[in-house]
């Protein structure tokens, strides 16, 4: 059984940082283009960042680029979301998701692509 859980999530005010992860079981975490995704209450889910299976190819929503910074550590199942700079338009639900094996995050904000999500961690930015 497959399993996706995110933790890292809190409230942080504009400005400042927080560091998402994600751990798998269940599954070849090596072998599968990772990624994130959020949303925020009455709005629709929207892809933030994806990290192909090699880790040599990353995609970033142009609302989180140049501040939020996607990897993974193979060794340890786990994707990171760097988030730096932090805006109040940031705050939302935060989702991690396994894409498919051997993936260059092709159709990233694509969410039916992803087979596997976990239930997600809260970002909250005051201003």
């Known amino acids: 059984q497959v399993q996706v859980v995110e933790s890292g999530g809190g409230l942080v005010q504009a400005g400042g940082s927080l560091r998402l992860s994600c751990t798998t079981s269940g599954l070849t975490f090596e072998d599968y283009a990772m990624g994130w995704f959020r949303q925020a209450p009455g709005k629709e889910r929207e892809g933030v960042s994806c990290?192909?299976?090699?880790?040599?190819?990353?995609v970033y929503a142009d609302s989180v680029k140049g501040r939020f910074t996607i990897s993974r550590d193979d060794a340890k199942n786990t994707l990171y979301l760097q988030m730096n700079s932090l805006k109040p338009e940031d705050t939302a639900m935060y989702y991690c998701?396994?894409?498919?094996?051997?993936?260059?995050?092709?159709?990233?904000?694509?969410?039916?692509?992803?087979?596997?999500w976990g239930q997600g961690t809260q970002v909250t930015v005051s201003s």
């Open positions: 990290i192909s299976w090699s880790g040599g190819t990353t």
């Open positions: 998701a396994a894409k498919d094996s051997y993936d260059y995050c092709a159709d990233a904000w694509w969410s039916p692509k992803y087979k596997y």
